[in-house]
């Protein structure tokens, strides 16, 4: 995961052989949208095209992770795995949601986050019952520590 501050780069991904694909374009998520609404089809448009004259200087940042501390707390919930992924995928869904009706503020998020996967009971092989139970136990905690952070 790397910052691109001029959102010309919208997504690349890197095959086996090193190589690797990217979709560009302007930084306008009109034409995102318009995809979205024609799926799987590509209409034409009368957007702005990218000029790349314009736009020759494509840089990279590394991200922030003491900043921005989910994406650290995702690189770990798939080291540890087991129902860690489940945990941190409920923990984020109601910190997300209460983010989205101004409960709380943006960097609170990870707090309840780190706090959900801290508590809730790990189990290394769960079957599909216990994956149920995880997101059950991890949308409970996840929301009693909401209330000892919420605005």
Same mark, same amino acid.
């Given at each position: 995961?790397?910052?691109?501050?001029?959102?010309?780069?919208?997504?690349?991904?890197?095959?086996?052989?090193?190589?690797?694909?990217?979709?560009?374009?302007?930084?306008?998520?009109?034409?995102?949208?318009?995809?979205?609404?024609?799926?799987?089809?590509?209409?034409?448009?009368?957007?702005?095209?990218?000029?790349?004259?314009?736009?020759?200087?494509?840089?990279?940042?590394?991200?922030?992770?003491?900043?921005?501390?989910?994406?650290?707390?995702?690189?770990?919930? @798939?080291?540890?795995?087991? $129902?860690?992924?489940?945990?941190?995928?409920?923990? $984020?869904?109601?910190?997300?949601?209460?983010?989205?009706?101004?409960?709380?503020?943006?960097?609170?998020?990870?707090?309840?986050?780190?706090?959900?996967?801290?508590?809730?009971?790990?189990?290394?092989?769960?079957?599909?019952?216990?994956?149920?139970?995880?997101?059950?136990?991890?949308?409970? @905690?996840?929301?009693?520590?909401?209330?000892?952070?919420?605005?």
């Amino acid at each position: 995961v790397v910052v691109h501050p001029q959102s010309v780069i919208h997504s690349m991904v890197q095959f086996e052989d090193g190589s690797i694909k990217a979709q560009l374009g302007l930084p306008d998520m009109r034409l995102p949208i318009q995809y979205a609404f024609s799926y799987p089809d590509r209409i034409p448009s009368s957007l702005e095209r990218l000029d790349f004259s314009k736009h020759a200087a494509l840089t990279f940042e590394q991200l922030d992770t003491d900043r921005f501390r989910n994406l650290s707390l995702a690189y770990d919930a @798939i080291a540890i795995g087991g $129902n860690m992924p489940c945990i941190i995928n409920a923990a $984020n869904e109601v910190a997300v949601s209460a983010f989205l009706q101004d409960a709380i503020g943006f960097f609170d998020m990870s707090d309840i986050i780190e706090k959900t996967m801290n508590i809730v009971s790990y189990i290394k092989k769960p079957s599909y019952d216990d994956y149920v139970m995880t997101n059950t136990e991890a949308v409970c @905690i996840a929301k009693e520590q909401l209330q000892s952070i919420k605005k």
